[in-house]
């Protein structure tokens, strides 16, 4: 049986290709050349060898992505950890239960998110959406810890 050893190359170039851009996919698809590779030179046919390219590759891109997507999540609740919990005080209620309140030296958005009517002043940070402060009462926050 004759080898062309042509999975081989392709990983090589594909993984200097993601030293050079660093985004992990294509690291992903050229491991699974390499994998193909061995089950080339291990003398595979063809069908085993995609195969085992498919394989490693469903599996890897599958683990790449899950790992990004908990990292995202991990990222967005960990930028507003800081702010959680910290009181502000509303001079003015709007209707719609939004204010404008000084947190932090500037002006924010603030939207309450309790069902009950927002008290006059001292609120807490319950979450942060956008430029947007959720706001629920002191005692409220006080109760559930």
Known sequence: METSAHWL???AILIVAELLTGTFYLLVIGLSFAAGGV????????????ATVLLTMVIGL??????RRQEKRHRKT??????????????DWQPDGSAR???RGSDWNARWIDRNQPPSERC????IE????????????????
Do not use: K, M
Request: aromatic share 2%; charged share 10%.
């Open 101 to 103: 309140v000084v947190y």
């Open 9 to 11: 190359p392709l990983a």
């Open 39 to 50: 089950a080339e030179l291990s003398g595979a046919n063809n069908p085993i060898q995609d």
């Open 62 to 67: 599958t683990v790449v992505t899950l790992r």
């Open 78 to 91: 960990e930028t507003n950890s800081l702010d959680i919990g910290q009181p502000v005080t509303v001079a």
């Open 130 to 145: 956008g430029n947007t402060l959720l706001l629920t009462a002191a005692q409220h926050l006080e109760q559930s810890t």
């Open 124 to 127: 807490i940070i319950q979450a």
